[in-house]
């Protein structure tokens, strides 16, 4: 038997095919209140969209441990062989709006939330370990650039390069995106990365840097322009599409987890900057341990409440993990912009959505009110101390404390002995197969060339030039036929 349809108050609807008239053909009246009702909540059934990752998909799973990993960290869902925890994975481009293709070249967010027993543990990350800048106050100029320009409504090669042109430290961030991986042929075929340096520490105290890396179980797969292109033209949601049948079918995508961890006193004397967003670890001096493998086995039951509405903030940290240095991580993603973004999309109380609220465990604490309030504590005291059996601190620190030294004020992070702009993406070009190294000459030839101010495109030369001379001459040559017409 059939549910009674009801109004928002829960009072039954007479009838939800006519509305209330002043006779058979006269105006409409304001006191139908269903009529009035419906229409309100259409209007605003659309929320601002993700200023960056707005385009994205989702889906359940859960993550086991498949290796002892209880020595590096003491976060409860790691510790122990078998131990499995409920998540939930929202993958999504950068620079596209919520109704654009899926199959364009542009990063993707690989975002995890964890809903352990200690609290919900959110890994915010993409499919590439490094990214375009190393410090936050670039991070809006950035977007800006790859975003519509402001006068011709639409993304402009100027602006793209332009931006890259003054960051030299984007140069490997580039080979990455214009190179074989740069278009994932759907999310289920392509890594993981946390990106940023985190930090582990164990039960004794003792503390690690480690980075993450989710390996995909179904082999890397990508697209080529033309085969992008095409994809496109036939189906602009084909990574979403190709998510949700893959689970519907059975057969549930996974990855495989591994982190490269550095004991906290070689960060000091390494090569490379450990909390710069542009660099690697080469996995010869920090090789990957094996921790345990993430399988989605469970579509959402509505996109919109469960993926448009997920929110992730990677200041969700669990005893045992917590952050590292990494200006990145600190500014536009751990202290501010991801949990501020969420309130002005969602409202204050958007952790208490379902997608986003704890699930093996509760949240207890005095925050109440503010738009769409459950309060969920009730005539509770909302405030602390208090002498009615409230909530009260724990006393023990989430991670170990981070060493502070020197004077306030703006500053260039110190070089390490291999810090420069352009050594990382050398290493890249110079692993790559002569086929490899190819297509990305002709993937950034393509895009280069559309820029119209010569001294722009001889900025981004000098970079390439810089990481390796044979990636830049090869570039350079490559630009100046397409710039003069010859695509031969």
Do not use: C
């Amino acid at each position: 038997m059939s549910k009674t349809l009801t109004t928002e108050s829960g009072a039954p609807v007479a009838d939800n095919q006519n509305s209330a008239s002043a006779g058979e053909y006269g105006p409409l009246l304001l006191q139908d209140q269903h009529l009035l009702e419906k229409l309100a909540r259409f209007n605003r059934e659309r929320i601002p969209e993700r200023v960056v990752h707005a385009r994205g998909s989702g889906a359940y799973g859960y993550f086991e441990v498949t290796d002892e990993v209880s020595k590096y960290t003491r976060a409860a869902f790691l510790s122990e062989v078998g131990k499995r925890t409920e998540l939930f994975l929202r993958f999504s481009t950068v620079a596209g709006n919520l109704g654009a293709g899926d199959a364009v070249r542009d990063p993707r967010g690989f975002a995890v939330k964890f809903y352990t027993e200690e609290g919900n543990y959110d890994l915010v990350g993409n499919n590439t370990p490094v990214f375009f800048i190393k410090d936050p106050i670039k991070f809006p100029d950035f977007i800006h650039s790859q975003k519509r320009d402001p006068y011709t409504g639409v993304q402009e090669a100027d602006n793209v390069w332009d931006f890259w042109a003054h960051s030299p430290a984007s140069t490997h961030q580039i080979t990455w995106l214009f190179g074989d991986r740069g278009i994932p042929a759907s999310y289920r075929h392509m890594n993981g990365y946390g990106s940023h340096t985190y930090q582990w520490v164990n039960a004794e105290g003792e503390a690690y840097w480690v980075k993450y890396h989710f390996k995909t179980n179904q082999g890397i797969r990508s697209l080529d322009g033309d085969q992008a292109a095409e994809v496109l033209g036939a189906d602009a949601d084909s990574h979403q599409r190709d998510l949700h049948q893959a689970i519907e079918r059975g057969v549930f995508p996974s990855w495989t987890l591994y982190v490269q961890l550095m004991p906290v006193a070689e960060a000091a004397d390494y090569r490379f900057n450990p909390f710069d967003l542009t660099k690697v670890w080469p996995h010869a001096d920090y090789p990957l341990v094996k921790v345990g493998r993430l399988v989605l086995n469970r579509n959402p039951e509505n996109v919109f409440a469960e993926v448009e509405q997920s929110a992730f903030s990677p200041n969700n940290f669990v005893p045992g993990i917590g952050p590292s240095p990494d200006k990145m991580l600190q500014g536009r993603r751990r202290l501010f912009a991801y949990a501020d973004a969420q309130r002005y999309r969602l409202g204050v109380n958007h952790t208490q959505l379902p997608v986003n609220a704890p699930r093996a465990t509760e949240a207890n604490n005095y925050g109440r009110d503010g738009h769409n309030a459950l309060n969920p504590a009730g005539r509770g005291k909302n405030y602390e101390p208090n002498s009615y059996d409230g909530p009260v601190q724990t006393d023990g620190a989430l991670a170990a404390p981070l060493k502070l030294d020197g004077h306030t004020g703006t500053y260039t992070t110190p070089a390490h002995t291999k810090d420069d702009d352009f050594f990382q993406a050398g290493e890249l070009y110079r692993l790559m197969s002569e086929g490899e190294k190819t297509r990305l000459i002709n993937n950034i030839a393509g895009s280069l060339s559309q820029v119209a101010r010569d001294d722009v495109v001889e900025k981004n030369l000098a970079h390439f030039h810089a990481a390796d001379e044979e990636y830049g001459a090869r570039l350079e040559a490559a630009v100046a036929r397409l710039r003069a017409g010859d695509e031969g």
